[in-house]
């Protein structure tokens, strides 16, 4: 069974910087994509980045040239660096690992962590 802890949320000015990590265990390696969605208050989960098995890597136009997904192999660990962060980018962070299309619905995503919240102020 995929288990999935997330960390490195939390509070930061515009312009500010964070890093979050999703530290996965043996079984997440046999995905073929582990990745990362938002949630904001009232709005539905959304895409931000994903990185396939073989490590190519995809982010949505949404936060293009601001964030970095990268993976430890080693360590069995995703990161999603985030520049240049706005308020608009203020939500929970979901960290997900999933067979199939890049851009299967969170809806039908079954393997997920507990959530990193971040918060950006103007």
């Known amino acids: 069974q995929v288990q999935l802890v997330e960390s490195g949320g939390g509070s930061v000015q515009a312009g500010g910087s964070l890093r979050l990590s999703c530290a996965g265990n043996?079984?997440?390696?046999?995905?073929?994509?582990t990745g990362w969605f938002r949630q904001a208050p009232g709005k539905e989960r959304e895409r931000v980045a994903a990185?396939?098995?073989?490590?190519?890597?995809f982010t949505e136009d949404s936060v293009k040239g601001r964030f970095t997904i990268s993976r430890d192999n080693a360590k069995n660990t995703v990161y999603l660096q985030m520049n240049s962060l706005r308020p608009e980018d203020t939500a929970m962070y979901y960290c997900?690992?999933?067979?199939?299309?890049?851009?299967?619905?969170?809806?039908?995503?079954?393997?997920w962590g507990q959530g990193t919240q971040v918060t950006v102020s103007s």
């Open positions: 990185i396939s098995s073989s490590g190519t890597t």
């Open positions: 043996g079984y997440t390696s046999m995905k073929d994509f």
């Open positions: 997900a690992a999933w067979l199939g299309s890049r851009l299967l619905p969170p809806s039908m995503v079954h393997s």
